[in-house]
């Protein structure tokens, strides 16, 4: 999800994760920096770069029914990750090379529930594959499995442990159940699904174009800050992304903006797509002061459209010799993003709303006891949170304690009657680390 730049653990600057689906923030050039400590190979005339992440969790939760808490990390691009990358030059001009992706699976907060301590637990799997042909003039063409050019529109400047304690994406808590407020059952609908994009495979909460991809991308070289980016492939996308970094005095920025057109049938997509993606971040130099404000519109063929709104601010500060101390809060909402209520769940497997609420003694349960038809109309949901980054810069490391809370409604007519389905807020708690290498 993310191409930014930011501030990780004393050096200037590093690009976002590669977050598809992701969120969430390319470490790539934090990656670059610690290449001089990673492992080397590779034959006379392409070499072998590994390096990566873990990062683990305690995350306890309370949904207004229960409250326990569970280890884990989350999924792929901010969970354990390793990095095979290569590249050999051909002449002064044209180099080219390779880039493999493995994410480590665990248990981890985008696929735990209440009942299930240990989902998303399974073999490693393959985030990107492919090859990258660069001219210094040219640009760089890649082919292959690979984050589209729309992916990591999203910029962040608050540093990689920031990044992973807070970002776009919520990888933590979306598969929980929604309980309908005032009855104490859990639905089969999960919080997942009145947040979930009609674009991509699982974008989820304002990652709309967070995606890996089987297609093929062209980058143009920098100029004067600036990066065009165009991809295009699986029958069929296209989109086309413009990014910007520059310094203006004492302040960094970074600004993202990019359009989609998608037709392709992924694993959630129920209707071709159009997409639009705006973000600007900022970071104060002296003070440490950084912002980061995103926006985006979702226009669903035969369907309602959807807008995404993520804010985070904060501080980063120099309290002690380990490394930067970041003190930051986040708010986001999403209207009428319930796709996942007319069949385009990702894991909760609804297959509309009265499946979906079925048994709870809801509102919208209610109401599919009594009414022929019953549709969704309308949706919000609603997050905030706030945290603390401990950068420990000898290690390489970042340590976390955060906060999030979610809340949402949705709604809907029952043969034409307006009526509206509150739920209990779920609460998430965690404390954990990241560490590269």
Known sequence: MIASAGLCFGIDTAKSADLGGDCCADLEERVAELEATTARKGNRKVSLTISGWVTQQVMGW???????????????????????????????????????????????????DANNANGGSGPPGSLNSYWWLKSERLGRVSVGRQSQASDDTWVDLSGAGSIFAANLVIFDGQNFQL???????????????????????????ADCGGDRTNSVR?????????????????????????????????????TGISYQDNTSK????????????????????????????????????????????????????????????????????????????????????????????????????????????VDPTGSTFRRFGFGVVQEIDAASMAIWLKYKNYSADVDFTADGVKGKEDFEDLHIYALGAAVFF
């Open 179 to 205: 309980v309908p407020e005032g009855t104490g059952t859990r639905a089969k609908a999960r919080w997942g699904d009145v947040a979930t994009c009609y674009t991509v495979g699982v974008g989820i909460f």
């Open 62 to 112: 309370d949904d207004s029914i229960e409250s326990d808490a569970y280890v884990g990390t989350s999924l792929n691009d901010l969970g354990d990750r390793l990095h095979f990358d290569g590249s050999a030059k051909i002449d002064a001009e044209w180099s080219a090379g390779y880039s493999v992706r493995l994410d480590i699976t665990g248990a981890n907060g985008f696929v735990q």
């Open 266 to 373: 992924r694993i959630n997509t129920t209707t071709d797509s159009e997409l639009f993606q705006v973000n600007f971040a900022f970071l104060h130099e002296p003070t440490g002061l950084f912002g980061s404000v995103h926006w985006g519109h979702e226009t669903p063929e035969g369907a309602k459209e959807t807008n995404q709104l993520y804010l985070k601010a904060g501080v980063r500060a120099g309290l002690n010799g380990l490394g930067k101390t970041v003190f930051y809060g986040e708010y986001g909402q999403d209207d009428d993003m319930f796709s996942g209520l007319t069949g385009g769940a990702v894991f909760s497997g609804v297959t509309d709303i009265c499946d979906g609420f079925a048994g709870t003694g809801g509102n919208i349960d209610t109401a599919c006891g009594v009414a022929a038809s």
């Open 218 to 254: 062209y980058d143009t070289p920098t100029w004067n800050g600036f990066v065009l980016s165009t991809s295009w492939g699986e029958d069929d996308f296209w989109d086309v992304a413009l990014r910007h970094a520059g310094q203006f005095g004492s302040f960094k920025t970074a």
